[in-house]
């Protein structure tokens, strides 16, 4: 499969614990975002997405965070699967998602132990 | 819905050669963005088109291009290839702009 970093952070975990992988944008001016999951050979894969106007959002087991104090975004993963093993990428944007520029994090690799 | 499909999947060129990729995006998605993804930078956003027109474009040289034809297909071209240009280039599409794009597999350049 195609390799998507090297000497990237690695969180492992146990299958069925919950997992939470951490993110640090770098524009306070930044009000869209947006976490992606991408599988070795695989473009990334939209997970769940949350505007600057929110601090949480929940989708299917997973839930996005956001605190502009520190200009911090977390993913929670509930009941962690093997399945849920790639590398997990936030994004944000300045513009509310509609033009300008989308800036990608280097993205943490999730390893689940069975 | 048929995905993002991008041809070729891998391509091997020789500096100085030019290359060209081709992204189709999903059925009535009019937004093609284009990324480049190493190990050492990570994911860089290249340029976006809408409609035909380039709406938004990354800090990288003039190079690397691209156009959207009338039914959003969309090819990027890099001229001159240099090592450095050797990387995974990712096609996104979505209906309008960022929200819930969409990636296709990716092409893999290798340059030597």
């Known amino acids: 499969g195609e390799s998507v970093g090297l000497h990237l952070p690695t969180l492992s975990v146990q299958e069925g614990d919950n997992s939470i992988i951490n993110c640090a944008y770098s524009?306070?001016?930044?009000?869209?975002f947006i976490w992606y999951k991408q599988e070795s050979g695989k473009g990334p894969q939209f997970i769940i997405d949350?505007?600057?106007?929110?601090d949480k959002r929940q989708g299917q087991r997973v839930t996005v965070l956001l605190n502009k104090t520190v200009k911090h975004l977390s993913l929670q993963i509930a009941a962690t699967q093997p399945g849920d093993s790639a590398v997990y990428f936030c994004?944000?944007?300045?513009?509310?998602?509609?033009?300008?520029?989308?800036?990608f994090g280097k993205g943490t690799k999730l390893s689940v132990k069975p | 819905k048929a995905g993002v499909t991008q041809t070729p999947r891998y391509l091997i060129k020789t500096r100085g050669q030019q290359v060209t990729l081709s992204c189709s995006p999903i059925?009535?998605?009019?937004?093609v963005s284009w990324y480049q993804q190493t190990p050492g930078q990570g994911l860089q956003f290249l340029f976006e088109y809408f409609s035909e027109t380039q709406r938004n474009k990354g800090n990288f040289p003039g190079r690397f291009s691209g156009r959207q034809f009338s039914n959003s297909r969309s090819e990027m071209n890099v001229s001159t290839l240099e090592l450095g240009d050797s990387a995974l280039y990712l096609c996104?599409?979505?209906?309008?702009?960022?929200?819930?794009?969409?990636f296709g597999p990716g092409t893999r350049l290798t340059v030597t």
């Open positions: 059925s009535g998605h009019r937004s």
């Open positions: 996104a599409s979505s209906e309008w702009d960022f929200y819930e794009q969409y």
């Open positions: 949350i505007r600057s106007n929110m």
């Open positions: 524009n306070s001016a930044s009000d869209y």
């Open positions: 994004a944000e944007s300045g513009y509310g998602g509609s033009q300008g520029n989308l800036i």
